[in-house]
């Protein structure tokens, strides 16, 4: 029986940023370094196959520290924690090794320093979220205030609306969140933002990329965890952009086939915890089923790379 044809787009850049892929390195090289068992404070990133393969290393996860025996190295995750949390891990003399994205890192250091210009925090952000969690936790509580939308700002109680400064979570929808920095501004014409924006470049990288895809075809699926935040937005993103269905699905096994009956284009695209074995392994599921032709949507070209932390790169 002949195949139907069906165009897959694939947009680029997607998958694996530079955070994330130095993250996955530190606990491999921990793991080299100490032996197993290293403990990882959270998933390191949002990506169940990759968690499950680093466990299978010997990496242990759990979600406080006091989870933690004080004579193994425990590495915190991408998403940055509270500033307690290394402070219990020195007071412990426990070996930590911190997995904070640098860009994540830039918006906590953005925060300390308005914090010392006496300027209270407004954090456009996910509530919940690990790194809301995290940056908010760099401050005394209730030194941050968090909006996640254009309404909250309308209702957020500031303590003096012209000692005002704002920072925001990395993997936010880039559209959405000038929206809601459009109303801090109106609301507190003082305020004070970052010197470049929060957003880190695969947040926004791989938002233009679904955005040059979205229009062209039937139906989008993003490759990306539930719990991932800049995955669920490039669903939002695909959706806002033209695209008539979009999908999030961790693996091939969890593509909704019904919904794509009689579709003849289909774009993919990646959360940036997502590993490109992940994504091959939908475009096999498709041409298990069509005539596959492969066309890539290329935005833009990324070279940044992290460098590890200084103790995994010096000898045990």
Not at 198 to 206: E, P, V
Request: net charge negative; aromatic share 6%.
């Amino acid at each position: 029986m002949t195949k139907p044809p069906l165009t897959l787009y694939l947009a680029a850049p997607r998958g694996f940023c530079a955070g994330v892929d130095r993250a996955i390195k530190i606990v491999e090289m921990a793991l080299g370094k100490w032996g197993a068992p290293v403990f990882v404070r959270h998933e390191i990133v949002h990506n169940k196959y990759v968690v499950d393969d680093l466990r299978a290393k010997g990496a242990v996860f759990v979600e406080e520290l006091d989870e933690c025996p004080n004579d193994r190295p425990v590495i915190f995750s991408a998403h940055g924690v509270p500033r307690a949390v290394p402070a219990e891990a020195a007071w412990r003399e426990m070996i930590y090794v911190d997995a904070t994205c640098p860009l994540v890192s830039k918006v906590h250091i953005e925060a300390a320093r308005h914090a010392e210009n006496g300027l209270q925090m407004i954090m456009i952000g996910h509530a919940g979220h690990p790194e809301t969690i995290g940056t908010m936790g760099q401050l005394p509580e209730g030194e941050v205030l968090l909006v996640e939308t254009v309404e909250d700002v309308a209702r957020v109680q500031v303590r003096d609306p012209e000692r005002l400064a704002f920072v925001t979570q990395t993997t936010l929808s880039v559209d959405d969140t000038a929206d809601i920095v459009a109303a801090l501004q109106a609301r507190f014409p003082s305020i004070v933002g970052p010197h470049k924006e929060d957003i880190c470049y695969a947040t926004t990288n791989r938002q233009e990329a679904v955005k040059a895809v979205a229009p062209r075809v039937d139906a989008l699926l993003v490759v990306g965890a539930p719990n991932s935040s800049n995955s669920k937005r490039l669903v939002e993103v695909a959706s806002k952009a033209g695209c008539a269905y979009a999908q999030l699905v961790q693996r091939a096994a969890e593509i909704d086939w019904r919904a794509l009956d009689g579709i003849k284009s289909v774009g993919i695209t990646a959360g940036a915890s997502a590993p490109e074995v992940l994504i091959e392994e939908v475009i096999d599921a498709f041409r298990a089923r069509y005539a596959v032709t492969v066309e890539k949507v290329e935005t833009a070209v990324e070279n940044v790379e992290f460098k590890v932390p200084r103790v995994l790169r010096e000898p045990a």
